[in-house]
């Protein structure tokens, strides 16, 4: 569980962060990996997460839509009705005070005892009228039935009179008249049979209007109520009026239908406006119906849903985010790794090209060298052994040591021209089945004296799984030797030497050598197979030991690497195939 | 003991065959393969023959091949300035001897001493 828990931060952290070896940058194929990464998660997250946010948005705008639309309709059906209910209550009245012109007829209807049971009559069907008058054409009451005495009043002037005039019939805006108490008129004109007419009044309680009204609201923030044309409210708002009974809101264009529209009040609060100018069916009124409802009251339910669409969005996001982030770490650092490798390939072939060519070159200097090099030896020698024989030389042992110089010289030049020729020999491979145990033991035996003189433990571990290899014996046998050389030059008294061998795959065998000696510097790593590369003092050594291992394994189709820290010590791994002679015909 | 010496490369067979003689080997020196031939076609015999591996006309192992036909007593060492230690075999499968120039002159009488299991040579034992 802990190791899992380990891992996370690898896995979201890109691997080629981490510190990369910079020999190898001219051969990778994208230089900036940070760059690329960030690009395809920035690639992915938009792809992935605009249509997200696009459609969200739209959505939102498709619910707005409809949700403006669906109230508007409820507003206006609700207006509708309400309407219904107001023209009726009108017309009904209207109606009822129709009938008792006709049926009554003027003369009967201004005795004053007559028209006074006529309204209990009619209070007793309809409710909600006051009292009942009739007034002659001069618009002077004639006879009057009610609390209150108003007999012989003018009412030639008022508004409603004239229009009853012209219409027959009439319906008063709300006031409060002679009484101080408000109410609504209603009137109808008839005919007398001497030609003239006369107009019979009922006086209605807006209780009634107010009563049907308010059995239309619903909702906590609805508002319905009549207003005049000029705004000023005749029943009361809830919510709009104001300190001169005007309503608060701007007042619609006329319209014979109901409507709907949405508005602001004035706090600026949106709301729907459904409203009806209310006409009955034998006479215009200054009405207006109102139904005001607030959007934000119809919105709840929505704005309830839309925290939930939010809070699926953000955890969608997220969770788009993590697995983009996750995948785009994963990939390119795949892609990461597929390129070092390349980087690291290319890098060896180059390598490798360039120490063949250098191993060409040097050993065609060495032969051209090394005539001339044996005539001098054997020059320098046949006057050496003329010396010897002669007595009168043989005392002057200055003379002789002349000549051993040039004799030592020449020896030294001998040993790089045979190295530099063994690095880039041609000659045939031989291959035998070979015991690596065996051969191991071979070559630390030329060792055994002085690792116990030195106080070294070798330690040998060569499992008996390893099989048979079909390889050369001298050339494996020289890299075993010159690498154990090697480790033996680079570790001090009391070290270790540890030679493993462990199969790498079914088809090759990998031998590695490891020391705890002085190690090789990081700058120093890369160069070590060249020819001519020493860390030793001048005189001490060619620097070719190594590149010749190098040369052998190549020639044996195996591979050497070394990994090495700075007085930690130092492994080489070689790496051979099981079947040489398989190898070279693939 | 006696040695046929064949190299092309005639100051420094000469100088060898000095070298040799001072050591008491008699030495025929030919500077190429079929004067080596002719000699031992007209019944010439050596003890021992020390060939130049790589030689213009015919080379040092295309002439132990037919100097071994001729005489199959002689015993053979090679010289070699290409390098290459006596674990190599020339690209035959039988072990031969074969030193690399320059030559250290103790290794080469050792090796012909062993070959032909004569009495030790240096000129130490000469007058």
Known sequence: MMKLLNRIPALIWPRFHQKRDEHLNPYYTFQDYGQTWGMTIFILMSTALLPLIVMTLIYYQLIETSINTESLLRTERLASNARRAVTFFLEERLAALTFTANEMGYDRLSDSDRLTEVLQNLKLGFGGLTDLSVIADTGTQVTYAGPFNLEGKDYSNQPWFMECQQHNACVSEVFSGYRGVPHVVVAVKSMRPDGRFYVLRATLETERLIQALSSFKTGEHADIFLVNRDGLLQTPSQFYGGDDHHVNLTLPAYSDRTKAVMSTDRSGQPVAIGYAFIDTEIAPTAFILMVVKQKAGMMKVWLDLRSRINWLFAISAIIIIIVIILTSTVLVNKIFQADRQKAETMAMAERNSQLASIGQLAAGVAHEINNPLALINETAGYVKDLFMIKQQYKEDTELVEHIDTILDAVERCGTITRQLLGFARHFDVQTQPINLEDMVADVINFHKKEAEYRNITIHVDIPETIPLIETDRGKLQQIVLNLVNNAFQAISNGCFLDIQAAMDGPEHVRLSIRDNGCGISEAHLNKIFEPFFTTKKEGQGTGLGLSITYGLVQKLHGNIRVESKAEEGTTFVVTLPVQLKKEIQS | ?127
């Open chain 2, 1 to 127: 003991m006696r040695a046929l010496l064949v190299d092309d490369e005639q100051k420094f067979a000469l100088m060898l065959s000095k070298r040799l003689e001072l050591r008491g080997i008699e030495v025929d020196v030919f500077f190429s393969g079929d004067k080596a031939l002719e000699t031992v076609e007209q019944g010439n015999r050596f003890d021992v023959a020390i060939l130049d591996v790589k030689m213009p006309g015919i080379g040092g192992i295309e002439l132990k091949r037919r100097l071994g036909a001729l005489d199959a007593q002689m015993k053979f060492v090679f010289l070699t300035g290409h390098g290459f230690n006596r674990d190599d075999t020339l690209g035959t499968h039988e072990a031969v001897d074969c030193l690399p120039k320059p030559l250290k002159i103790e290794e080469l009488i050792a090796t012909l001493n062993r070959l032909t299991e004569g009495p030790p040579g240096t000129y130490n034992d000469k007058p």
